[in-house]
């Protein structure tokens, strides 16, 4: 009995070890998206993104918190290697909007500043999670042609709640 029982389980484990080597394979050969494809897919989640504004109490929260922050951190998309999104941050004479890599290890040249609270709030009030994706022409300190650069871990209202709501 104990001998079958044995007999069984070695001879699951290797149709579990075997199975995978000899079975047939899927005819459907992989392949890489096209650039129109890309391109396609991406203008389906640019429409997809939030157009309302983020408004004014919004805006102020996420200035007040960074103002109680340490200079150099405040919000970064995800904290992760290599590019990050952009983030803004925490500078000693107010708030930077720029890229961030590896995790905020390091930010690049500021692509817009803010000294003051107003102007901060007047700028991201009127945002939204389109605008700060890089597709709204209308928008140039968020707008990009780059097609990896566009929509890649950007600014949008739900990343800013979730600062506010995370660190206290």
């Not at 991406?42 to 504004?53: F, M, V």
């Not at 961030?100 to 690049?108: E, H, I, L």
Request: one cysteine or more; hydrophobic letters at 35%; aromatic letters at 12%.
């Amino acid at each position: 009995m104990l001998l079958m029982i044995v007999l069984l389980v070695v001879l699951g484990v290797l149709g579990f070890v075997i199975w995978p080597m000899v079975r047939p394979r899927s005819s459907v050969t992989p392949r890489n998206a096209t650039p129109e494809e890309i391109e396609g897919y991406g203008r389906e989640l640019r429409d997809k993104l939030e157009r309302r504004p983020f408004g004014e109490a919004l805006a102020r929260d996420v200035w007040q918190r960074l103002m109680a922050a340490k200079p150099n951190s405040g919000v970064i998309y995800d904290y992760h290697r290599d590019f990050c999104g952009q983030g803004l941050i925490r500078t000693d004479s107010g708030v930077k909007l720029c890229d961030v890599q590896d995790g905020g290890s390091y930010f690049s040249k500021p692509i817009a500043e803010w000294s003051s609270e107003d102007e901060f709030v007047a700028f991201f009030a009127r945002q939204s999670d389109y605008s700060c994706s890089g597709w709204d022409k209308d928008e140039p300190v968020f707008f990009t042609t780059d097609s990896w650069y566009r929509n890649n871990q950007r600014l949008r209202r739900d990343v800013l709640e979730r600062y506010l709501a995370t660190n206290r």
